[in-house]
Protein backbone atom coordinates (compact mmCIF):
# COMPACT_ATOMS: atom_id res chain seq x y z
CA UNK A 1 0.00 0.00 0.00
CA UNK A 2 0.91 3.61 -1.40
CA UNK A 3 2.16 5.93 2.36
CA UNK A 4 1.25 9.47 2.41
CA UNK A 5 4.45 10.70 0.94
CA UNK A 6 4.18 8.08 -2.04
CA UNK A 7 0.95 9.58 -2.74
CA UNK A 8 2.06 13.15 -2.70
CA UNK A 9 4.54 12.75 -4.98
CA UNK A 10 3.26 10.62 -7.57
CA UNK A 11 0.39 13.79 -7.36
CA UNK A 12 3.11 16.16 -7.31
CA UNK A 13 4.91 14.46 -10.84
CA UNK A 14 1.14 13.93 -12.32
CA UNK A 15 0.60 17.66 -11.73
CA UNK A 16 4.07 18.64 -13.15
CA UNK A 17 3.59 16.61 -16.35
CA UNK A 18 0.25 18.18 -16.69
CA UNK A 19 1.70 21.45 -16.64
CA UNK A 20 4.60 21.32 -18.27
CA UNK A 21 5.21 18.53 -20.44
CA UNK A 22 7.49 19.84 -23.06
CA UNK A 23 9.52 20.87 -20.19
CA UNK A 24 9.90 17.26 -18.97
CA UNK A 25 10.59 16.35 -22.12
CA UNK A 26 13.31 19.12 -22.89
CA UNK A 27 14.85 17.51 -19.67
CA UNK A 28 15.53 13.84 -21.65
CA UNK A 29 16.74 15.27 -25.02
CA UNK A 30 20.28 14.71 -26.35
CA UNK A 31 22.54 17.33 -26.52
CA UNK A 32 25.46 16.91 -29.04
CA UNK A 33 28.52 17.75 -27.62
CA UNK A 34 32.63 17.67 -28.72
CA UNK A 35 32.30 14.13 -27.83
CA UNK A 36 29.88 13.55 -30.07
CA UNK A 37 29.85 12.94 -33.67
CA UNK A 38 27.29 11.98 -36.74
CA UNK A 39 28.14 9.85 -39.07
CA UNK A 40 26.26 9.92 -42.43
CA UNK A 41 26.06 6.65 -44.31
CA UNK A 42 26.26 6.25 -47.39
CA UNK A 43 23.57 9.27 -49.01
CA UNK A 44 24.88 8.50 -52.67
CA UNK A 45 22.51 8.49 -55.77
CA UNK A 46 22.90 4.79 -56.43
CA UNK A 47 21.30 4.41 -53.02
CA UNK A 48 18.48 7.42 -54.19
CA UNK A 49 15.58 7.43 -56.36
CA UNK A 50 16.85 6.41 -60.13
CA UNK A 51 19.45 4.88 -59.05
CA UNK A 52 20.86 1.54 -59.64
CA UNK A 53 19.83 0.07 -55.68
CA UNK A 54 17.27 2.70 -54.84
CA UNK A 55 16.53 2.34 -51.32
CA UNK A 56 12.26 3.12 -51.28
CA UNK A 57 11.98 6.70 -49.96
CA UNK A 58 15.65 7.45 -49.28
CA UNK A 59 15.46 10.93 -50.53
CA UNK A 60 13.75 11.39 -47.40
CA UNK A 61 16.47 11.13 -45.29
CA UNK A 62 18.33 14.01 -46.62
CA UNK A 63 16.38 16.84 -44.94
CA UNK A 64 16.29 15.44 -41.59
CA UNK A 65 20.10 14.80 -42.11
CA UNK A 66 20.73 17.87 -42.87
CA UNK A 67 18.64 19.81 -39.99
CA UNK A 68 20.12 17.06 -37.52
CA UNK A 69 23.44 17.82 -38.46
CA UNK A 70 23.65 21.47 -37.24
CA UNK A 71 23.79 20.21 -33.99
CA UNK A 72 26.89 18.51 -34.45
CA UNK A 73 30.30 19.99 -34.64
CA UNK A 74 31.73 17.04 -35.63
CA UNK A 75 30.54 14.95 -38.46
CA UNK A 76 31.55 12.05 -40.47
CA UNK A 77 30.35 10.89 -43.97
CA UNK A 78 30.89 7.51 -45.88
CA UNK A 79 31.11 6.68 -49.55
CA UNK A 80 30.70 3.18 -51.31
CA UNK A 81 33.47 2.91 -53.53
CA UNK A 82 33.36 -0.14 -55.74
CA UNK A 83 36.29 -1.10 -58.20
CA UNK A 84 34.33 -2.27 -61.42
CA UNK A 85 33.62 -5.83 -61.29
CA UNK A 86 32.85 -5.75 -57.20
CA UNK A 87 32.73 -9.60 -55.90
CA UNK A 88 29.46 -7.89 -54.33
CA UNK A 89 28.07 -7.33 -57.57
CA UNK A 90 25.20 -10.49 -58.92
CA UNK A 91 26.68 -9.22 -62.45
CA UNK A 92 29.74 -10.79 -61.28
CA UNK A 93 28.61 -14.57 -60.93
CA UNK A 94 27.25 -16.26 -63.65
CA UNK A 95 23.45 -17.41 -63.28
CA UNK A 96 22.78 -15.39 -60.10
CA UNK A 97 20.58 -12.60 -59.43
CA UNK A 98 20.51 -9.94 -57.15
CA UNK A 99 19.82 -9.81 -53.26
CA UNK A 100 20.61 -14.02 -53.96
CA UNK A 101 23.14 -14.85 -51.13
CA UNK A 102 26.72 -16.73 -52.17
CA UNK A 103 29.44 -17.89 -49.85
CA UNK A 104 32.33 -16.72 -49.85
CA UNK A 105 36.01 -16.77 -47.81
CA UNK A 106 34.72 -13.98 -45.44
CA UNK A 107 30.99 -15.51 -44.89
CA UNK A 108 27.57 -15.20 -46.62
CA UNK A 109 27.27 -12.41 -49.35
CA UNK A 110 24.23 -10.37 -50.40
CA UNK A 111 24.58 -10.06 -54.01
CA UNK A 112 23.56 -6.55 -55.26
CA UNK A 113 23.00 -4.97 -58.34
CA UNK A 114 26.25 -2.97 -59.59
CA UNK A 115 26.26 0.35 -57.63
CA UNK A 116 28.78 3.16 -56.44
CA UNK A 117 31.54 2.20 -58.81
CA UNK A 118 34.56 4.30 -58.65
CA UNK A 119 34.39 7.60 -60.34
CA UNK A 120 30.58 7.28 -61.26
CA UNK A 121 27.86 9.92 -60.95
CA UNK A 122 26.03 7.09 -59.03
CA UNK A 123 28.87 6.94 -56.39
CA UNK A 124 28.78 10.37 -55.85
CA UNK A 125 26.89 11.90 -52.68
CA UNK A 126 23.57 13.41 -52.90
CA UNK A 127 23.96 16.59 -54.32
CA UNK A 128 21.14 17.88 -52.15
CA UNK A 129 23.37 16.77 -48.87
CA UNK A 130 23.66 20.37 -46.98
CA UNK A 131 26.61 20.00 -44.17
CA UNK A 132 29.57 21.98 -45.03
CA UNK A 133 31.00 21.46 -41.43
CA UNK A 134 31.74 17.68 -42.44
CA UNK A 135 35.49 16.64 -41.57
CA UNK A 136 36.24 13.18 -43.12
CA UNK A 137 34.98 11.02 -46.18
CA UNK A 138 35.58 7.26 -45.36
CA UNK A 139 35.51 5.42 -48.70
CA UNK A 140 34.50 1.88 -48.20
CA UNK A 141 34.28 -1.35 -50.63
CA UNK A 142 37.38 -0.59 -52.44
CA UNK A 143 38.73 -3.77 -51.95
CA UNK A 144 37.41 -5.86 -55.27
CA UNK A 145 37.52 -9.67 -53.21
CA UNK A 146 35.18 -7.87 -50.12
CA UNK A 147 32.52 -5.81 -49.65
CA UNK A 148 32.41 -3.42 -46.95
CA UNK A 149 29.26 -2.24 -45.24
CA UNK A 150 30.40 -0.79 -42.24
CA UNK A 151 32.15 2.47 -41.87
CA UNK A 152 34.64 0.97 -39.34
CA UNK A 153 35.39 -2.52 -40.99
CA UNK A 154 35.26 -4.15 -43.93
CA UNK A 155 33.01 -7.52 -44.12
CA UNK A 156 35.87 -10.46 -43.27
CA UNK A 157 35.46 -8.58 -39.75
CA UNK A 158 39.25 -7.28 -39.57
CA UNK A 159 39.90 -4.92 -42.04
CA UNK A 160 39.96 -2.24 -40.54
CA UNK A 161 38.80 1.88 -42.28
CA UNK A 162 40.42 3.68 -39.58
CA UNK A 163 37.80 5.13 -38.44
CA UNK A 164 37.95 3.92 -34.86
CA UNK A 165 41.13 5.37 -34.44
CA UNK A 166 40.51 8.60 -35.91
CA UNK A 167 37.24 8.90 -33.34
CA UNK A 168 39.19 8.00 -30.69
CA UNK A 169 42.12 10.36 -31.27
CA UNK A 170 39.76 13.01 -31.41
CA UNK A 171 38.44 12.21 -27.74
CA UNK A 172 35.14 10.94 -29.26
CA UNK A 173 33.13 8.86 -26.76
CA UNK A 174 29.41 9.02 -28.32
CA UNK A 175 28.40 8.29 -32.19
CA UNK A 176 25.03 8.73 -34.15
CA UNK A 177 24.45 6.71 -36.87
CA UNK A 178 22.34 7.77 -40.16
CA UNK A 179 21.41 7.49 -43.82
CA UNK A 180 21.40 4.47 -45.94
CA UNK A 181 20.22 1.84 -45.43
CA UNK A 182 19.03 0.87 -42.27
CA UNK A 183 19.74 -2.99 -42.59
CA UNK A 184 23.20 -3.22 -43.68
CA UNK A 185 25.74 -0.32 -43.89
CA UNK A 186 23.67 1.51 -40.89
CA UNK A 187 23.00 -1.36 -39.14
CA UNK A 188 26.79 -2.89 -39.88
CA UNK A 189 28.17 0.20 -38.38
CA UNK A 190 25.80 0.96 -35.44
CA UNK A 191 27.24 -2.41 -34.19
CA UNK A 192 31.09 -2.15 -34.91
CA UNK A 193 30.93 1.44 -32.93
CA UNK A 194 29.53 -0.65 -30.01
CA UNK A 195 32.13 -3.46 -30.82
CA UNK A 196 34.73 -0.57 -30.81
CA UNK A 197 33.55 1.11 -26.96
CA UNK A 198 31.45 3.97 -28.37
CA UNK A 199 28.09 4.68 -26.80
CA UNK A 200 25.89 4.50 -30.31
CA UNK A 201 22.51 5.96 -31.29
CA UNK A 202 20.51 5.60 -34.36
CA UNK A 203 18.92 8.11 -35.85
CA UNK A 204 15.54 6.07 -37.23
CA UNK A 205 13.73 8.86 -39.27
CA UNK A 206 17.07 9.81 -40.69
CA UNK A 207 17.59 6.16 -41.71
CA UNK A 208 15.71 3.92 -44.44
CA UNK A 209 15.90 0.38 -44.77
CA UNK A 210 15.98 -2.06 -48.19
CA UNK A 211 14.46 -4.78 -46.36
CA UNK A 212 15.18 -7.96 -47.82
CA UNK A 213 14.41 -11.58 -46.23
CA UNK A 214 13.69 -10.21 -42.99
CA UNK A 215 16.95 -7.84 -42.77
CA UNK A 216 15.15 -5.03 -41.60
CA UNK A 217 13.66 -6.29 -37.99
CA UNK A 218 16.84 -8.61 -37.57
CA UNK A 219 18.97 -5.47 -37.78
CA UNK A 220 16.72 -3.88 -35.15
CA UNK A 221 17.21 -6.72 -33.36
CA UNK A 222 20.78 -7.08 -33.46
CA UNK A 223 21.35 -3.59 -32.61
CA UNK A 224 19.23 -3.64 -29.39
CA UNK A 225 20.95 -6.36 -28.39
CA UNK A 226 24.18 -5.19 -28.75
CA UNK A 227 22.90 -1.75 -26.63
CA UNK A 228 22.44 0.58 -29.70
CA UNK A 229 20.07 2.99 -28.50
CA UNK A 230 17.12 3.84 -31.22
CA UNK A 231 16.25 7.43 -31.27
CA UNK A 232 14.21 9.95 -33.20
CA UNK A 233 15.77 12.96 -34.75
CA UNK A 234 13.41 15.01 -32.52
CA UNK A 235 15.54 13.32 -29.76
CA UNK A 236 18.46 15.47 -30.49
CA UNK A 237 18.16 19.21 -29.22
CA UNK A 238 18.90 21.96 -31.50
CA UNK A 239 21.27 24.48 -30.57
CA UNK A 240 19.96 27.70 -29.78
Known amino acids: MLDRRQI ?22 IKPDETSVLLVIDVQNCFLPGGSLAVKDGEQVVPVINKMAKAFSNVV ?13 ASVHSGKKPFETIDLPYGKQVLWPDHCVQGTDGAALSK ?9 IIRKGFHKDVDSYSAFLEADGKTSTGLAGYLKGRKIKRVFVAGLATDFCVAWTALDARKAGFETYVVE ?3 RGIDTQGSLAKAWADMAKAGVKRIQSADIAMSA
Open 205 to 207: DAC
Open 77 to 89: MTQDWHTPGHVSF
Open 8 to 29: LTALGTSALAALAPGALLAATS
Open 128 to 136: DLSIPQAEL
